[in-house]
């Protein structure tokens, strides 16, 4: 190749990854705008959700307000394992959507990568698992009102060894403020 093949090939180069950059970052922009999309993790709001379940201490529990069409509505909570043995939050449901699944956010790459967890969230022994926005987190799919902010949604949080507690989750603001 000549000089000026590969002079004109690394300008495109270049040009192509400051345009795939710019278009990325316009993205987490775009992201960080939409209700529930946000990339702050931020701390529980005031007034939040909290149960005991055996050796479980479940706090800071809330789901973000939704905006009219917005298909999914975000759930967090902490749960703090107190015992001397594993456990697992194996499922969640709620009477205010019809599927309420358990996801992981993380980077893979440049890119933030959302799935489903559908083998649980491990809560180990002494530890303290937070499902936080960006992070893992509740997803509350096919969602029969629009969560709004001011209102409760009731969830069903099922572990594999302390069992089944219900929780009302207080709707705070899109932001989670």
């Keep these: 190749m000549n000089r000026k093949y590969a002079a004109a090939f690394l300008i495109s180069a270049t040009t192509l990854s400051f345009s795939a950059a710019a278009a990325m970052a316009q993205q987490s922009n775009d992201m960080n705008s939409m209700s529930g999309m946000h990339m702050d993790a931020g701390k529980a709001p005031a007034g939040s959700a909290a149960?005991?379940?055996g050796d479980l201490d479940i706090s800071g529990g809330y789901v973000r307000a939704m905006l009219p069409g917005q298909p999914v509505g975000g759930g967090?909570?902490?749960i703090h394992n107190g015992g001397s043995s594993d456990d697992r939050l194996t499922?969640?449901?709620s009477s205010a959507a019809?599927?309420?699944?358990?996801?992981?956010?993380k980077m893979d790459g440049e890119i933030m990568k959302m799935r489903e967890v559908k083998e649980g969230i491990a809560i180990p022994a002494g530890a303290t698992v937070t499902l936080s926005p960006n992070s893992?987190?509740?997803m509350f799919k096919q969602v029969k009102t629009?969560?709004?902010?001011g209102g409760t949604v009731p969830v069903m949080l099922m572990f594999d060894k302390a069992g089944m507690v219900d929780v009302t989750l207080p709707v705070v603001a899109p932001n989670g403020n």
């Design 51 to 53: 149960a005991k379940l």
């Design 76 to 78: 967090y909570i902490t």
């Design 91 to 93: 499922s969640v449901t």
């Design 98 to 105: 019809g599927k309420v699944e358990l996801h992981e956010m």
């Design 136 to 138: 893992l987190h509740m």
């Design 146 to 149: 629009p969560f709004k902010q």
